[in-house]
């Protein structure tokens, strides 16, 4: 029953994670979820690795608060920018950018293409 | 001399439009411009009229009071998104469309793309 528990939380866990297709995201959403310096930044450093290889955990060096980091992650992945799933105590990442893209062309190009400040 | 004075006036009112190419402009600061919805509907209605034929005093049916109607307006002209010029008591728009395209690719077109709300 313990490791029903177990399973059950761990379960739990990752179904808490809403994931939202971009093609129903308004112009708005995305306005405001790119509109972040420390969002941009998170999707620059997550395109410059592969697929789910950065964990959340390794954005600590990002000047916000963890709880922030934890707002910033959920604001990308509900606009659709952003997938995650969990591995055990890690929560790793994708970049959706082939969907982004067709759903906004242009915007992530330019998020990728800013410099870091 | 009254007749002068007109002019002058006239002429410094005009000295004080500033306005910026977009090529000076962050990517953080045409987020911010864009990310307002009035002033995308602004950009919007201009896109569907030939330049310098729509005077800021006609939209005035925008849900906004008139002195953020002339912030929106020099929001836009700003970030080199718009120019303006005054004739009389008019002061006539045109969208900077293709200055704006070659620094931000893609972000006009999705402003232009969104439905009116």
Chains 1, 2 share one sequence.
């Not at 697929?51 to 959340?56: G, V």
Request: glycine share 6%.
């Amino acid at each position: 029953m313990e490791h029903y528990t177990n399973v059950r939380s761990q379960s739990n866990r990752t179904r808490t994670l809403t994931h939202t297709s971009p093609l129903e995201v308004t112009l708005q959403a995305a306005l405001d979820a790119v509109g972040d310096p420390v969002r941009r930044r998170i999707v620059r450093e997550l395109a410059g690795v592969p697929d789910w290889t950065r964990a959340c955990g390794t954005f600590n060096h990002l000047p916000v608060a963890k709880s922030t980091l934890s707002h910033h992650f959920a604001v990308l992945r509900n606009v659709g920018l952003l997938e995650q799933r969990d591995e055990g105590s890690r929560r790793l990442n994708r970049l959706r950018r082939e969907e982004f893209e067709e759903r906004f062309p242009g915007l992530l190009a330019l998020v990728l293409g800013e410099d870091d400040q």
